[in-house]
């Protein structure tokens, strides 16, 4: 059965337009009452919501706690937090599920709904599928409405558990860090947590005002992060993205680290110090230098389709620990149930305290080939793939390639995108190539 709403990520897009809209966030509240609020052996159901920093956040939090307690559910507010919090909370709060308002990465004027099982996982295919069926059918007010509270000591709550994750005694005394909270979830708790740690923290991107998350800062703007940490002299720059589920480095000469290097150097410390590394998880973008380095080290590799809910599944598939993607969605599994920025910098960092090197020594460990990226953004993306411009396009790179790199072309999951991406030894050729395709794509679609 096909998904009607539901992506590879929840329910997402621009705010006002198709079904991000308060009406349907209260029929959705209602349907998500109706599937997961069912108590097992009687009793209340709760379901928790929280959200990110964009502003829309409190009208679709409002129509959301409206429609579940129509339908019975109680609901606790948890207010500004990120992603795996909530996932984390609903586990120890025992709720049926865990609902996240957040576009993630995206501007301010998009917004989505992500949910979480009581296990703090993704949801499976057919409880989506329920949902969206549940939404057919009208609006009945349950007898025995549901009430709403707020979790005051949410925070506190989270914070524990990041510094929970690291080791007893773990320390970060003599480091300096800038974190750049790109105005959105981790903005009232990261901070705190390195701080509490240990750290000598600077923040930026910590005065969120409902319509700057994400606006040149976080991980998907680091610039200003790598300025500051030149400026400051700082040890290290921190970013995650707007709900937290994402973190990029940069380190002390101010260049990027991403989430390759970051899994490469987590997977290094595990096999050298936490008595090995039995597989790393990444996806379809995930450099071929990084597989090349986990082959050097005899760490099994393997490539799930781009999306931390695939990433997942092949981890559980394998019995692996560790898993993410290059954007710096990282999956910690035996830390946490979900990808967590500020948990998977914390293992970054303790591996960088474990190796005694500096993260611009060890990430040299691996060598990154040279890799470019194009984003062509079109109305519509039936059959460009197929297109036999673009299939040309793509013959005549990998002919240059000459077996010495690979192609790549994928729709986005989330925007109306498709991502053009070209790797191989020469970065001058790749991009070159990548231009090319790109332009394939660009006039196939209109």
């Known amino acids: 059965m096909t ?3 539901f992506g590879t990520d929840g329910i997402r897009g621009r705010v006002g337009e198709g079904v991000i809209t308060p009406e349907f966030m209260l029929r959705l509240g209602y349907a998500a009452g109706k599937v997961l609020g069912v108590q097992k052996g009687g009793g209340r159901s709760r379901i928790l919501i929280g959200k990110d920093t964009r502003v829309s956040g409190y009208m679709f939090e409002a129509a959301l706690e409206a429609g ?3 339908a019975g559910v109680d609901v606790g507010l948890l207010g500004p937090m990120p992603t795996p919090a909530i996932a984390y909370l609903t586990r120890t709060f025992h709720a049926q599920a865990g609902i996240v308002i957040s576009a993630s990465h995206n501007p301010y004027q998009d917004n989505g709904i992500k949910f979480f099982s009581a296990e703090g ?4 295919d057919n409880l989506e599928l329920d949902i969206e069926a549940a939404l057919e059918l009208p609006m009945i007010t ?4 549901g009430k709403a509270w707020r979790i005051d000591d949410a925070v506190g709550r989270y914070i524990e558990f990041c510094k929970a994750s690291t080791p007893w005694g773990f320390s970060l005394e003599g480091i300096s860090l800038v974190l750049d909270c790109g105005n959105g979830a981790t903005y009232h708790i990261a901070p705190k947590v390195f701080r509490e740690l240990g750290a000598e923290v ?8 409902g319509i700057n998350i994400n606006l040149d800062c976080g991980s998907t703007k680091p610039q200003q992060l790598q300025k500051a940490v030149l400026e400051q002299g700082a040890d290290l720059g921190i970013a995650f993205d707007g709900d937290g589920d994402r973190v990029l480095f940069v380190d002390k000469n101010g260049e990027l680290v991403d989430g390759d290097q970051l899994l490469f150097t987590i997977a290094m410390h595990r096999q050298q110090f ?15 230098g990084f597989e090349l380095a986990l082959r050097e080290r005899q760490i099994p590799f393997a490539r799930a389709k781009v999306g931390d809910r695939y990433v997942l599944e092949m981890m559980r598939a394998n019995g692996w620990a560790l898993g993410g993607e290059s954007s710096g ?3 910690c599994a035996d830390a946490t149930t979900t990808g967590d920025g500020i948990v998977s910098a914390l293992q970054v960092l303790r591996a960088i305290c474990d190796f005694g090197e500096p993260l611009h020594q060890l990430k040299g460990r691996m060598k990154m080939l040279p890799q470019h990226m194009i984003n062509v953004r079109l109305a519509g993306r039936n059959g460009v793939l197929e297109h036999p411009d673009v299939v040309a396009a793509v013959a005549s790179a990998e002919g240059e390639l000459a077996h010495r790199g690979r192609v790549l072309l994928r729709p986005s999951g989330t925007e109306p995108l498709i991502r053009v991406m070209v790797e191989g030894e020469d970065a001058a050729q790749v991009e070159q190539l990548a231009g090319q395709i790109a332009t394939a794509v660009e006039r196939a679609g209109g």
């Open 3 to 5: 998904r009607r709403y």
């Open 68 to 70: 579940l307690i129509s």
């Open 121 to 124: 996982g993704k949801l499976p």
């Open 142 to 145: 349950s007898e025995d409405l």
């Open 202 to 209: 600077s923040s930026i991107g910590v005065s969120p005002d």
């Open 274 to 288: 936490l008595g090995g590394c039995n597989g790393v998880v990444g996806t379809q973008m995930s450099n071929y």
């Open 329 to 331: 969605h990282i999956i």
